[in-house]
């Protein structure tokens, strides 16, 4: 066999799924944000432009996701680095097996069971109640942008560690011996050799978590109560309850253009940051 | 290439770095024990040994990256057991070089410039990398990628990072390791030029017994944690302490027996002369070019009858490998014009070994 044929061999499954099931629906859904809705719902064939006109009676649900989604991520980093740290350069060898499991332990659990707790934790008779107790008044901190930032990091925080885990881990430590050797006190190593090399890391994690919180539903429907709602539970919300397929198809091209957007610009940006060759980060 | 102004401050008497009764233990393994060493100011001096000897660990603490847990290290005079690395006069070339990927060339070398308060202006920065560059002949590689460069280069490079910042001492932590043979011998030219050039303090730490006798003014021999000797590559060869030393510098035939009579007997045989207290147990080493080789006996000399069991031209030496009946294998290094005049001897054949009572070395048991 030539070379060329067993490498089209390899790529053959894999292939013909994502065209099946990738490829053909976004063709349906561009197709359809361009027709209009039938009287009882649905597709009528068309080609306007009204949907994507209509798009900023959505605006909320662009605005709290693309505002939510990078905070999210942004917090989910600050909280996993210095865990991720500790795992790859402090821990005691013989525990450090164990603490990485416990990091991906809440995912034994569905997120639905998970995202129920908080929903009792934040709710009237969890935390403000509590500090109500102490005298700490009675915040208000179910349904509020607030507890869907909890939520998500609470929910994303182990997708974060693990790259960022795995970035450090590699980090050859005999670098950081030369960076003292030279002069370099701790922190500044840290930011001049730990930070940049671990970059790759960094990125990988940032936009695993950035784009799944761009189609994120569940923890906005369930923490946010619908006051704070996603371009997700704008969809949910098209396409199973008011039947409005067109427009949801227009909804959902949009979203897939503002993610390839961003995530193009972000990587413009941290090739920068980009260490050695040898470096393969995920994206 | 430019020279540089040589570190000078305090009094040349002082040693540059000292050793004191320098211990390190991790848990019950003892690492070093008890290391006494004064390092000379502007000397190149190893360590040398095995593996587990403690040599790497005695540059650790020199370096900072141990601290001992007994006795005392001094730079210059000045106690710095505890002491940061960061905060010592010293640098280190390490051992897979442990460049910075994410950095050029250029950048790498200004590494330590960068680190110092108040830092210099960027045009001395710039200057100072230029002109390291030349002196480790890779000018114009400022603006390479790290892994642009080959294995030599590499080195290189690390050898510029850490003399650019002018150390009272420069580390080597087995430097050649990685290179080949031939490039290693020629690194060990250059960085010996580059150490009379500089007048910089190096301390190397190596395996390789060649590479220590060549480049180092002193050795320090270990073993199992403790310096066995230190002295010249000349000293140590001529007058190894014990058959540690003999064995690990240079090769060395050794011959166990008992004093008798002002001699060492073995099997019966006289071999070497030994003064001392009869009775007691010897050890006698004679290298093997102190031996010859000739068809017939020879007058005033120790006469051994042995077999020729391989032969290994070396160019300007040939080395036999012979058997005794009683003694055993050893092996002997015969010069050229010798075994023209002698002739040479094929394997299987019959020949006197035969050398000067007084050449072999007595050594402590």
């Given at each position: 066999?030539?070379?060329?044929?067993?490498?089209?061999?390899?790529?053959?499954?894999?292939?013909?799924?994502?065209?099946?099931?990738?490829?053909?629906?976004?063709?349906?859904?561009?197709?359809?944000?361009?027709?209009?809705?039938?009287?009882?719902?649905?597709?009528?064939?068309?080609?306007?432009?009204?949907?994507?006109?209509?798009?900023?009676?959505?605006?909320?649900?662009?605005?709290?996701?693309?505002?939510?989604?990078?905070?999210?991520?942004?917090?989910?980093?600050?909280?996993?680095?210095?865990?991720?740290?500790?795992?790859?350069?402090?821990?005691?060898?013989?525990?450090?097996?164990?603490?990485?499991?416990?990091?991906?332990?809440?995912?034994?659990?569905?997120?639905?069971?998970?995202?129920?707790?908080?929903?009792?934790?934040?709710?009237?008779?969890?935390?403000?109640?509590?500090?109500?107790?102490?005298?700490?008044?009675?915040?208000?901190?179910?349904?509020?942008?607030?507890?869907?930032?909890?939520?998500?990091?609470?929910?994303?925080?182990?997708?974060?560690?693990?790259?960022?885990?795995?970035?450090?881990?590699?980090?050859?430590?005999?670098?950081?011996?030369?960076?003292?050797?030279?002069?370099?006190?701790?922190?500044?190593?840290?930011?001049?050799?730990?930070?940049?090399?671990?970059?790759?890391?960094?990125?990988?994690?940032?936009?695993?978590?950035?784009?799944?919180?761009?189609?994120?539903?569940?923890?906005?429907?369930?923490?946010?109560?619908?006051?704070?709602?996603?371009?997700?539970?704008?969809?949910?919300?098209?396409?199973?309850?008011?039947?409005?397929?067109?427009?949801?198809?227009?909804?959902?091209?949009?979203?897939?253009?503002?993610?390839?957007?961003?995530?193009?610009?972000?990587?413009?940006?941290?090739?920068?940051?980009?260490?050695?060759?040898?470096?393969?980060?995920?994206? | 290439?430019?020279?540089?102004?040589?570190?000078?401050?305090?009094?040349?008497?002082?040693?540059?770095?000292?050793?004191?009764?320098?211990?390190?233990?991790?848990?019950?393994?003892?690492?070093?024990?008890?290391?006494?060493?004064?390092?000379?100011?502007?000397?190149?001096?190893?360590?040398?040994?095995?593996?587990?000897?403690?040599?790497?660990?005695?540059?650790?603490?020199?370096?900072?990256?141990?601290?001992?847990?007994?006795?005392?290290?001094?730079?210059?005079?000045?106690?710095?057991?505890?002491?940061?690395?960061?905060?010592?006069?010293?640098?280190?070339?390490?051992?897979?070089?442990?460049?910075?990927?994410?950095?050029?060339?250029?950048?790498?070398?200004?590494?330590?410039?960068?680190?110092?308060?108040?830092?210099?202006?960027?045009?001395?920065?710039?200057?100072?990398?230029?002109?390291?560059?030349?002196?480790?002949?890779?000018?114009?590689?400022?603006?390479?990628?790290?892994?642009?460069?080959?294995?030599?280069?590499?080195?290189?490079?690390?050898?510029?990072?850490?003399?650019?910042?002018?150390?009272?001492?420069?580390?080597?932590?087995?430097?050649?390791?990685a290179l080949d043979k031939k490039l290693r011998r020629d690194m060990q030219i250059e960085l010996q030029s580059l150490q009379r050039q500089l007048g910089i303090t190096f301390v190397l730490v190596t395996h390789d017994q060649e590479e220590a006798l060549s480049m180092s003014d002193r050795i320090c021999i270990m073993q199992g944690g403790r310096i066995v000797q230190v002295g010249t590559p000349r000293e140590l060869y001529d007058r190894p302490l014990n058959r540690y030393v003999a064995d690990f510098v240079g090769k060395s035939n050794f011959f166990s027996g008992i004093v008798q009579d002002g001699a060492l007997v073995v099997e019966g045989l006289r071999v070497a002369a030994a003064p001392g207290a009869g009775g007691t147990g010897a050890t006698a080493s004679l290298r093997p070019e102190q031996i010859a080789l000739s068809r017939a006996p020879v007058e005033g000399m120790v006469n051994l009858p042995v077999r020729i069991e391989a032969r290994i031209f070396l160019g300007e030496h040939?080395?036999?490998?012979?058997?005794?009946?009683?003694?055993?294998?050893?092996?002997?290094?015969?010069?050229?014009?010798?075994?023209?005049?002698?002739?040479?001897?094929?394997?299987?054949?019959?020949?006197?070994?035969?050398?000067?009572?007084?050449?072999?070395?007595?050594?402590?048991?």
């Amino acid at each position: 066999m030539r070379q060329g044929t067993r490498n089209a061999l390899l790529l053959l499954p894999a292939g013909a799924w994502l065209l099946a099931m990738l490829v053909l629906p976004l063709v349906v859904v561009l197709v359809f944000s361009f027709g209009s809705r039938g009287a009882a719902g649905g597709y009528v064939p068309g080609f306007g432009l009204e949907n994507y006109l209509n798009l900023g009676s959505r605006w909320q649900a662009f605005q709290n996701t693309m505002t939510l989604a990078p905070l999210g991520t942004l917090i989910c980093l600050i909280v996993a680095y210095p865990l991720a740290y500790y795992l790859a350069m402090r821990a005691p060898r013989r525990w450090k097996t164990l603490l990485l499991v416990l990091v991906i332990v809440p995912f034994w659990t569905s997120i639905l069971i998970r995202s129920y707790a908080w929903i009792y934790l934040l709710g009237g008779q969890g935390i403000p109640s509590w500090l109500h107790a102490v005298g700490l008044g009675n915040p208000r901190l179910i349904n509020t942008p607030f507890a869907v930032v909890i939520g998500i990091v609470y929910g994303y925080l182990p997708l974060m560690v693990f790259p960022v885990y795995v970035s450090l881990e590699r980090l050859d430590k005999r670098l950081l011996e030369a960076a003292s050797d030279l002069g370099a006190p701790p922190w500044r190593s840290f930011l001049q050799i730990t930070l940049p090399m671990s970059m790759p890391g960094v990125a990988t994690g940032s936009m695993l978590v950035f784009i799944l919180l761009m189609g994120e539903f569940l923890i906005p429907a369930l923490l946010g109560g619908g006051k704070v709602f996603f371009v997700g539970n704008a969809l949910v919300d098209l396409f199973l309850q008011s039947r409005n397929w067109p427009f949801g198809a227009a909804v959902a091209v949009s979203l897939v253009a503002v993610m390839l957007a961003i995530v193009a610009a972000y990587m413009r940006f941290t090739r920068r940051f980009a260490g050695s060759r040898d470096d393969v980060s995920l994206i | 290439m430019k020279h540089m102004q040589r570190p000078m401050n305090s009094d040349s008497e002082t040693p540059i770095a000292e050793l004191r009764g320098t211990s390190k233990h991790y848990g019950a393994v003892v690492a070093a024990q008890e290391l006494d060493l004064s390092i000379r100011r502007g000397e190149f001096l190893s360590f040398l040994g095995p593996s587990g000897c403690g040599k790497t660990t005695a540059l650790r603490m020199l370096a900072g990256f141990e601290t001992p847990t007994s006795g005392e290290v001094l730079l210059d005079g000045q106690r710095v057991n505890h002491l940061p690395p960061h905060q010592r006069p010293v640098n280190m070339v390490f051992q897979h070089y442990a460049l910075f990927p994410h950095m050029t060339v250029a950048e790498n070398i200004a590494y330590g410039l960068r680190q110092r308060r108040p830092q210099p202006d960027k045009a001395g920065i710039a200057e100072a990398v230029e002109r390291m560059l030349e002196t480790v002949r890779l000018p114009g590689f400022g603006n390479r990628r790290i892994w642009e460069m080959s294995g030599g280069q590499q080195q290189r490079v690390a050898l510029a990072r850490a003399i650019v910042n002018q150390p009272k001492l420069l580390l080597l932590d087995e430097p050649m390791a990685a290179l080949d043979k031939k490039l290693r011998r020629d690194m060990q030219i250059e960085l010996q030029s580059l150490q009379r050039q500089l007048g910089i303090t190096f301390v190397l730490v190596t395996h390789d017994q060649e590479e220590a006798l060549s480049m180092s003014d002193r050795i320090c021999i270990m073993q199992g944690g403790r310096i066995v000797q230190v002295g010249t590559p000349r000293e140590l060869y001529d007058r190894p302490l014990n058959r540690y030393v003999a064995d690990f510098v240079g090769k060395s035939n050794f011959f166990s027996g008992i004093v008798q009579d002002g001699a060492l007997v073995v099997e019966g045989l006289r071999v070497a002369a030994a003064p001392g207290a009869g009775g007691t147990g010897a050890t006698a080493s004679l290298r093997p070019e102190q031996i010859a080789l000739s068809r017939a006996p020879v007058e005033g000399m120790v006469n051994l009858p042995v077999r020729i069991e391989a032969r290994i031209f070396l160019g300007e030496h040939t080395e036999y490998l012979v058997r005794h009946d009683r003694l055993g294998g050893f092996l002997i290094l015969v010069p050229r014009q010798a075994e023209a005049a002698e002739g040479g001897f094929e394997p299987g054949a019959e020949a006197h070994a035969n050398w000067r009572a007084e050449a072999a070395l007595i050594l402590a048991e």
